[in-house]
């Protein structure tokens, strides 16, 4: 019969080895999430501030406030449309060579834009 000494050792690091690659494949996914709804919140943001200024409520052209805001969020506007009152912005940031983009509309209540 044969030795079994020091198995319980090779199954520990394997199953050890294991976990450590799934939270290495993961780490990754959830970084990926995060920065989505980051992008999505700071297009949100710019086109609110956008819709402001396209009221007059705040000084200023629309899409200059709305790269104003994204930049402060960390993102880029990829697109900015006004039409009246109703902004849409879309905004993107680079996350682990991916181009993450969201887009958000903002205007009056009754605008459609809601």
């Known amino acids: 019969m044969r030795s079994e000494r020091g198995a319980g050792t090779v199954v520990t690091m394997g199953v050890g080895l294991g976990v450590v690659a799934l939270f290495m494949l993961a ?47 960390g993102v880029a506007v990829e697109k900015c449309r006004v039409d009246g009152l109703v902004v849409t912005v ?18 009056p209540a009754g605008s459609g834009a809601d």
């Not at 879309?90 to 205007?107: H, K, N, Y």
């Open 27 to 73: 780490m990754p996914l959830y970084a990926a999430l995060a920065a989505r709804h980051s992008v999505s919140a700071a297009a949100d943001a710019a086109a609110l501030g956008a819709a402001d200024a396209a009221s007059g409520l705040v000084r200023g052209h629309p899409c200059d406030v709305a790269v104003r805001i994204a930049a402060e969020n």
């Open 90 to 107: 879309t905004t993107t940031r680079l996350v682990l060579g991916f181009v993450i983009a969201e887009s958000a509309t903002a205007g």
